[in-house]
């Protein structure tokens, strides 16, 4: 596997790691994976994670969400930081001994031990895996750490007699991560779940007052607080309230006189330097592992799970182009945590279609493409995740039995851990731009993102009554409008060409995530109902046929009264209506933007990315993690 192209060399890197490691610190993988998820150490060392389930109750039936909110309730009351404690402290001393100890023995001991004397043992076995992970020597590293989990072992069962080998090991259970299910009702509640992790995580001044959030209100650090830069002289009588020197000296703090745009240039850089630059061939890009190593800070996880379609994951996007703005006009108040995505399809009430639309392409009707697609790359995450999709929505509506606990048996759970412990390899979609123009001149264009799909429609044509008694049968009385179709072609070489359609139309549908039987490119597919009239005997008739077309970017526009409706990522709360114009592009990263606008400032001529652009991630794309990315 290691020598393999990716993926497979980074999944074969990262497991060597690990063996090497659990070989020297028997029980190290199992003691590390335990304390992140349940965020059992505080310390600067430790890797903190946070699991946030994300269900929208509009999408997701309310069996489905109840389940959900049962099961992780449940294991909640289970699983207390006591008894994972024990878990680790259990583990780690079966695993350094083998069968020369006593589990029962040790695990009656803990359960008679107090809290503090339990989490202090429980420091002891940390800081005994810490230093046999530094120490070098594989063999002796592993005795000396041996010898210092006997010495924890004697010591918490309180026998130093050399102890009776067991018949077998026993089994220790992986305790579930910690999950919080919040149903997502407000379109910034991401945001504000991320502000109370990092505040939870380390001390991050982020800037809150405009939500109103409880308990999170500035706290008054003037007086330790240093000021990083400084407008005034510095000079003692230009000050304000000189008068009062003879009262109490005035003291400067230390500052630094520094240009506010130039500090903000290289906080982005360091953001968005470590960030992919986009995919290459592949419409999607797999990337390295989220657990990069040579990172040098240890920064919080969190977790993002999405339990839904592609409704939900367009929402998902929107709500992260929402948060990448809010990081690039505000990079020193950036939350420093590191941000997995997870989807896992369940897929929603779904209306019956009408007559008119049966004979849709199965693709059209489809409303959870995006999973169908990862499965299509990564088998693994289409046998285990994909699979989901129709089992969830009945496992909630079936009745618990009744000789068991409901919370006993936490199917969806156990799955959703699983994800999230082996799906770290991140799949990147682009996300794509949309901007809108109405027919009232006086309206502001609108500005809008979709992940998966937009659809547009032709309006029926708004007269009054009185054209309608007057007026004579005209080429509006056709179905669908005339529009004109600007593009720019998407090529497999990388080349673009531009060209203009100008047609009749009853619908258009832009996808961005590619068919099944499509070229798996960087392009937006873009399917045209067009209207042809054709004259005989009969009288005049039209037929429709669809036209397809792979495109970067996309301009479209009304020739006639009619307006144009849209639609994004299916979702009907995303509609937009009487519009006379859109245009479709790749989403720029928010950070990207701000630093080119400024350096147009500084050259105003210059064609080409300067300064701190050329380095930046132009394109903002949304990971979405499986088992083994990209399988080529």
């Known amino acids: 596997m290691l020598t393999l192209p990716k993926p497979y060399c980074t999944i074969g890197l990262d497991y060597a790691q690990r063996l090497k490691t659990e070989r020297k610190v028997p029980g190290f993988s199992y003691q590390k994976m335990v304390i992140s998820e349940q965020n059992l150490s505080r310390g600067v060392s430790q890797q903190q994670d946070k699991v946030f389930l994300f269900l929208d109750p509009d999408l ?29 402290i259990t583990n780690s001393i079966q695993a350094a001994l083998g069968k020369d100890c006593d589990i029962p ?42 010898e210092a989990l006997r010495e924890i072992y004697s010591k918490i069962t309180g026998s130093s007699e050399e102890e009776v080998p067991m018949p077998k090991l026993q089994a220790i259970p992986l305790p579930s991560p910690d999950i919080s ?3 997502w009702t407000d379109e910034d509640q991401l945001w504000k779940e991320l502000v109370l992790f990092t505040r939870e995580t380390q001390e991050v001044e982020v800037e809150v007052d405009s939500f109103g959030i409880p308990g999170l209100g500035s706290e008054n650090t003037e007086q330790n607080r240093i000021s990083v830069w400084s407008n005034d002289s510095g000079i003692e009588r230009d000050l304000p309230g000189t008068e009062e020197k003879e009262q109490a000296k005035l003291q400067r703090q230390p500052c630094i006189k520094k240009r506010g745009p130039e500090l903000d240039s290289a906080v982005l850089l360091q953001n968005l330097g470590k960030a992919p630059k986009g995919p290459g061939t592949l419409q999607r890009q797999s990337g390295l592992s989220m657990d990069v190593r040579s990172c040098p800070e240890r920064l919080p996880t ?15 996007a929107k709500a992260y182009y929402s948060f990448r703005k809010r990081e690039a006009r505000r990079p020193h108040r950036t939350l420093k945590a590191n941000l997995q995505f997870y989807c896992i399809p369940v897929r929603g009430e779904q209306p019956d279609p009408s007559p008119d639309k049966l004979d849709e392409p199965p693709n059209i009707r489809e409303v959870c493409e995006l999973s169908g697609y990862l499965g299509r790359l990564d088998p693994w995450y289409d046998g285990n995740i994909n699979t989901l999709c129709d089992m969830i929505p009945k496992l909630a509506d079936m009745p618990p039995c009744p000789t068991r606990d409901s919370t006993s048996d936490p199917f969806i759970l156990d799955v959703t851990s699983y994800y999230l412990r082996f799906g770290r390899q991140p799949v990147y979609f682009q996300i794509y731009s949309v901007k809108i123009y109405f027919r009232d001149a006086s309206l502001e264009p609108a500005e809008d993102v979709f992940l998966t799909e937009l659809k547009v429609d032709v309006q029926d044509c708004v007269s009054t009554k009185y054209s309608n008694l007057t007026r004579k049968k005209t080429v509006t009385d056709a179905p669908g409008a005339g529009i004109q179709v600007h593009y720019n072609k998407a090529l497999a070489s990388g080349r673009e060409k531009e060209s203009t359609l100008v047609l009749r139309t009853s619908r258009v549908v832009i996808k961005a995530v590619p068919p099944r039987d499509a070229e798996d490119l960087v392009c937006l597919n873009v399917y045209i109902d067009e209207m042809t009239k054709s004259t005989h005997l009969a009288g005049r008739s039209f037929s429709c046929k669809t036209n397809a077309l792979r495109a970067s970017s996309v301009q479209m526009r009304s020739l006639e009264l009619r307006t144009l409706s849209l639609q994004l990522d299916k979702d009907s709360r995303r509609v937009y209506t009487n519009v006379s114009r859109l245009e479709v592009s790749p989403c720029q990263e928010p950070g990207y933007s701000l630093q080119k606008m400024r350096a147009s400032r500084l050259h105003p001529n210059s064609k080409e990315d300067a300064g701190l652009t050329r380095y930046m991630t132009k394109c903002l794309l949304l990971p979405i993690n499986t088992f083994a990315g990209i399988i080529q």
């Open 60 to 88: 997701v039936s309310e069996a489905v969400c109840n389940t959900l909110l049962r099961e992780t309730q449940g294991v909640q009351i289970s699983q207390t930081p006591r008894e994972c404690m024990g878990f680790v």
């Open 302 to 316: 969190a977790r993002i799970v999405i339990l839904g379609d592609d409704r939900a994951l367009g929402r998902l």
């Open 105 to 146: 023995r040790l695990q009656r001991a803990l359960q008679d031990e107090r809290n503090g004397e339990l989490e202090l043992y429980f420091q002891e076995v940390l800081a005994a895996a810490e230093r046999g992970e530094k120490q070098s020597g594989g063999g002796v590293a592993r005795e000396r750490h041996r």
């Open 181 to 183: 299910v919040h149903l």
